[in-house]
């Protein structure tokens, strides 16, 4: 069964840095997402993404945030200058069309900031 | 603005025992989506069950079963004859249709199943 997948499974970086999380989708999906999960917590969405553009945006995903789709399989998240706060589990996620929806999620990047 | 409630936190039950998961939804929309997700300790979110607004049915799957009640705005989850390895944090979550499509989770219901 095909199955979204995300690189790394866990990333520690140092406070300031640039983080890139990746994610490959199912390679028919055509609509795709982040969410994240602090620990212990619920899990927020924080971006859509179709047909080369963001769809929709959480008020997490702020100026720090960036998406991109660059080569038609991966679909990065980007952190230009990562806050201890953003230590979190982060979901990709994708679905086929406007008809199914069922979200398909990666096994997720557990991100560290110290 | 969607929201989901998911009352109960945490829940213990002894093995063999059946155990329900309250959620209760809001949204404005006259069509959605409702979900189940089960996440273990190994962190992962497995989808288990999708429902659209206008099928009520209440759905068996196995020992897993979903109660669906528009009027009340509830979508409950049962699971018959716990296990341990039921033992668990269960999400409930909304979607909305096309450009509203994203998730909006509830805050998760922690399932201890002891032996």
């Known amino acids: 069964e095909p199955e979204v997948t995300q690189t790394p499974s866990h990333q520690v970086t140092q406070m300031g840095q640039e983080v890139i999380l990746r994610c490959v989708p199912i390679?028919?999906?055509?609509?795709f997402y982040w969410y994240r999960q602090i620990l212990g917590q619920k899990v927020e969405f924080l971006v859509s993404f179709y047909n080369n553009e963001i769809s929709e945006k959480s008020e997490i995903f702020d100026d720090q945030f960036s998406v991109e789709r660059p080569d038609g399989s991966n679909f990065t998240l980007k952190i230009r200058s990562t806050k201890l706060e953003d230590s979190a589990m982060y979901f990709c996620?994708?679905?086929?069309?406007?008809?199914?929806?069922?979200?398909?999620f990666g096994p997720g990047t557990r991100l560290t900031v110290t | 603005a969607q929201k989901v409630t998911q009352a109960q936190t945490e829940i213990s039950v002894v093995e063999k025992e059946d155990v329900t998961l309250d959620c209760v939804y809001e949204t404005r929309d006259t069509t959605y989506y409702l979900f189940w997700y089960k996440q273990p300790p190994s962190g992962e979110l497995v989808f288990l069950i999708r429902?659209?607004?206008?099928?009520?049915q209440n759905e068996i799957s196995g020992r897993y079963s979903w109660n669906f009640q528009k009027s009340t705005s509830s979508f409950n989850f049962t699971i018959t004859a716990s296990q341990v390895v039921d033992s668990a944090v269960y999400f409930c979550?909304?979607?909305?249709?096309?450009?509203?499509?994203?998730?909006?989770f509830g805050k998760g219901i922690t399932l201890s199943v002891r032996p």
């Open positions: 979550a909304l979607s909305g249709l096309g450009a509203n499509s994203k998730l909006t």
């Open positions: 390679s028919n999906h055509l609509y």
């Open positions: 429902r659209n607004s206008f099928d009520e």
């Open positions: 996620a994708s679905i086929r069309d406007s008809v199914s929806y069922e979200q398909y």
